[in-house]
């Protein structure tokens, strides 16, 4: 009965995909460009100025993570142009003041086996940036605070989502999600990714749990890649308390937090191991208040990253022994793992698909990297999600003066990502 089911449920999809010119991915694998896959390219190169103008709205509202009055404003924007789009309304959720957006479309919204699109609309950049960095598209490159990382890559998502909607309209003119099959898919947009999902990550968990598949739109690697390994971060302040003196004085009758974090920062750093890629980093530190005076307090942080889970463990068992060595001081640890590694075997039957899909869109090879930076990804992967990265905008200069979005690589990204949620919809179908 499923079988039977499960060829109808095709079958209808056919008979969309025929009417409007775009064939599903299940239909023929040729490995070769196909006219109803090419055709979807065409399709969203026709919604390239939609797609800049799209990406020029939401970088002209700036959206730093910690000032959330702003984070809210482009929360609004981002639910309107996803009301445009997808002709329906976000689920608008605020966790301690920070506002997510969640679409769920499909015949079964919120059931098991879906696909997961995850984005965000927060920035690492502060209020006022569009004064030195203003919106610009010249020569084929746009310009502007967040374009790259990653407002350009939420804009693909709803013209991507859109256009399977628009595959499956109706004579009423609705968008035909219920055509995306058991699970659908779920559209999660966040509000604080650059610092960390602190409000976030259980709302991506969670919904990572009941899907297939998480594909992220973070930007891509250099020169376009797919990002299919990802490492993982440990975060941690290490805080020295000592005893204040007189540094001319009696400097003896002090316990110096300085010297005591010089002795840290050294045993931290060694607890890196270069032949495994895990980097131990001692990054800010300050100590004491006055020149002439034994500090009697001082703290350094500390970056962590890793590519698998025994390391993270074991750098964190590490950290949580840390024991003074300057008489009388006392040392506080805190912190610990804060994102798990996006491990490569979770992304590589998802690199395959887009590989196969990429090749049926008549799109050049895809290539793959493995990156030091973390991303909601990690969250994904970590409950045994398959993850694939690195979807969104081709450029570069994330959080830098350079950030740029390349504009011809839009339309093919678009159509990578429709076509790809396609192919995971259909394998629950078929």
Same mark, same amino acid.
Request: charge should be negative; charged fraction near 15%.
């Given at each position: 009965?499923?079988?039977?089911?499960?060829?109808?449920?095709?079958?209808?999809?056919?008979?969309?995909?025929?009417?409007?010119?775009?064939?599903?991915?299940?239909?023929?694998?040729?490995?070769?460009?196909?006219?109803?896959?090419?055709?979807?390219?065409?399709?969203?190169?026709?919604?390239?100025?939609?797609?800049?103008?799209?990406?020029?709205?939401?970088?002209?509202?700036?959206?730093?993570?910690?000032?959330?009055?702003?984070?809210?404003?482009?929360?609004?924007?981002?639910?309107?142009?996803?009301?445009?789009?997808?002709?329906?309304?976000?689920?608008?959720?605020?966790?301690?003041?920070?506002?997510?957006?969640?679409?769920?479309?499909?015949?079964?919204?919120?059931?098991?086996?879906?696909?997961?699109?995850?984005?965000?609309?927060?920035?690492?950049?502060?209020?006022?940036?569009?004064?030195?960095?203003?919106?610009?598209?010249?020569?084929?490159?746009?310009?502007?605070?967040?374009?790259?990382?990653?407002?350009?890559?939420?804009?693909?998502?709803?013209?991507?989502?859109?256009?399977?909607?628009?595959?499956?309209?109706?004579?009423?003119?609705?968008?035909?999600?219920?055509?995306?099959?058991?699970?659908?898919?779920?559209?999660?947009?966040?509000?604080?990714?650059?610092?960390?999902?602190?409000?976030?990550?259980?709302?991506?968990?969670?919904?990572?749990? @009941?899907?297939? /598949?998480?594909?992220?739109?973070? #930007?891509?690697?250099? $020169?376009? !890649?797919?990002? %299919? &390994?990802?490492?993982?971060?440990?975060?941690?302040?290490?805080?020295?308390?000592?005893?204040?003196?007189?540094?001319?004085?009696?400097?003896?009758?002090?316990?110096?937090?300085?010297?005591?974090?010089?002795?840290?920062?050294?045993?931290?750093?060694?607890?890196?191991?270069?032949?495994?890629?895990?980097?131990?980093?001692?990054?800010?530190?300050?100590?004491?208040?006055?020149?002439?005076?034994?500090?009697?307090?001082?703290?350094?942080?500390?970056?962590?990253?890793?590519?698998?889970?025994?390391?993270?463990?074991?750098?964190?068992?590490?950290?949580?022994?840390?024991?003074?060595?300057?008489?009388?001081?006392?040392?506080?640890?805190?912190?610990?793992?804060?994102?798990?590694?996006?491990?490569?075997?979770?992304?590589? @039957?998802?690199? /395959?698909?887009?590989?196969?899909? #990429?090749?049926?869109? $008549?799109? !050049?090879?895809? %290539? &793959?990297?493995?990156?030091?930076?973390?991303?909601?990804?990690?969250?994904?992967?970590?409950?045994?999600?398959?993850?694939?990265?690195?979807?969104?905008?081709?450029?570069?200069?994330?959080?830098?003066?350079?950030?740029?979005?390349?504009?011809?690589?839009?339309?093919?990204?678009?159509?990578?990502?429709?076509?790809?949620?396609?192919?995971?919809?259909?394998?629950?179908?078929?």
């Amino acid at each position: 009965m499923a079988k039977q089911a499960g060829a109808r449920h095709a079958g209808s999809r056919r008979a969309v995909f025929e009417h409007t010119g775009l064939e599903h991915a299940s239909l023929k694998h040729t490995g070769h460009p196909q006219a109803g896959r090419a055709s979807l390219v065409v399709a969203m190169e026709r919604r390239l100025p939609a797609i800049l103008a799209d990406i020029e709205t939401l970088v002209r509202c700036e959206s730093p993570s910690s000032v959330a009055d702003a984070v809210s404003r482009s929360a609004d924007l981002v639910a309107a142009l996803g009301r445009h789009h997808l002709r329906t309304e976000a689920e608008r959720i605020v966790i301690d003041g920070c506002a997510h957006l969640r679409w769920r479309l499909g015949a079964e919204p919120g059931s098991a086996g879906g696909v997961l699109v995850l984005a965000h609309h927060d920035t690492v950049w502060p209020l006022g940036s569009l004064e030195a960095h203003p919106f610009s598209v010249r020569d084929g490159v746009l310009r502007g605070p967040g374009c790259f990382d990653m407002k350009a890559g939420l804009v693909l998502a709803l013209h991507a989502l859109a256009e399977l909607g628009r595959a499956g309209q109706s004579g009423a003119g609705q968008l035909g999600f219920g055509q995306l099959g058991p699970g659908g898919v779920t559209l999660l947009v966040t509000g604080d990714e650059e610092l960390g999902s602190p409000t976030s990550r259980g709302l991506i968990e969670a919904e990572a749990a @009941r899907c297939r /598949a998480a594909l992220v739109l973070e #930007a891509s690697a250099d $020169g376009g !890649a797919l990002k %299919t &390994a990802r490492k993982g971060v440990s975060l941690y302040e290490v805080r020295a308390v000592g005893r204040a003196a007189h540094a001319g004085l009696e400097p003896e009758r002090g316990v110096n937090a300085t010297v005591e974090l010089a002795h840290q920062v050294l045993a931290v750093a060694g607890l890196a191991d270069a032949a495994l890629g895990t980097t131990v980093t001692p990054t800010a530190l300050s100590s004491g208040t006055v020149s002439n005076t034994v500090p009697a307090t001082g703290a350094f942080s500390v970056d962590v990253r890793m590519w698998d889970a025994g390391e993270q463990a074991r750098v964190h068992a590490a950290m949580s022994s840390l024991l003074p060595v300057v008489p009388d001081a006392v040392l506080q640890v805190t912190g610990g793992p804060n994102r798990p590694p996006l491990p490569a075997s979770s992304s590589e @039957r998802l690199f /395959a698909l887009a590989s196969s899909v #990429a090749a049926e869109l $008549g799109l !050049a090879p895809l %290539t &793959a990297a493995a990156v030091g930076g973390a991303s909601d990804g990690n969250y994904t992967a970590g409950v045994g999600t398959p993850t694939l990265d690195g979807l969104g905008a081709v450029g570069g200069g994330a959080h830098a003066d350079n950030e740029h979005v390349l504009v011809d690589s839009l339309p093919g990204r678009a159509a990578l990502l429709a076509a790809l949620i396609d192919s995971l919809l259909t394998e629950v179908t078929t």
